[in-house]
């Protein structure tokens, strides 16, 4: 088994700053790339951003310069650090991961439950 945890949304008013974490627990050989996601309401879900195991990193234009994208490889663990937030980057923010469970497996993506993000005054 694999678990995707996410942890650290929340409410936070316009210009404020958040940092969501995710850590991947389980039945874990390694993990390739991690990424955030977010979907808000009445939208389609759209990658914000991901990093790969050696550290490069992609971005969504609407959050490029504000978030900041960086990952833990010995704790299994990726980091969304969001500033200057606005009210269009409410939303369900979901991490993701290409993970292989053993020498044996094919790498699958595994998903977060998603946590919370509220921008608003």
């Known amino acids: 088994q694999v678990q995707l945890v996410e942890s650290g949304g929340g409410l936070v008013q316009p210009g404020g700053s958040l940092k969501l974490s995710c850590a991947a627990s389980g039945s874990i050989f390694s993990i390739n790339a991690m990424g955030w996601y977010r979907q808000a309401p009445g939208k389609q879900r759209e990658l914000v951003a991901r990093?790969?195991?050696?550290?490069?990193?992609n971005y969504a234009d609407s959050v490029k310069g504000r978030f900041t994208i960086s990952r833990d490889n010995a704790e299994n663990t990726v980091y969304l650090q969001m500033n200057s937030l606005k009210p269009e980057d409410t939303a369900v923010y979901y991490c993701s991961a290409g993970i292989r469970r053993s020498p044996d497996f094919y790498e699958n993506t595994y998903w977060g439950q998603g946590t919370r993000v509220t921008v608003s005054s």
């Open positions: 990093i790969t195991f050696g550290g490069n990193t």
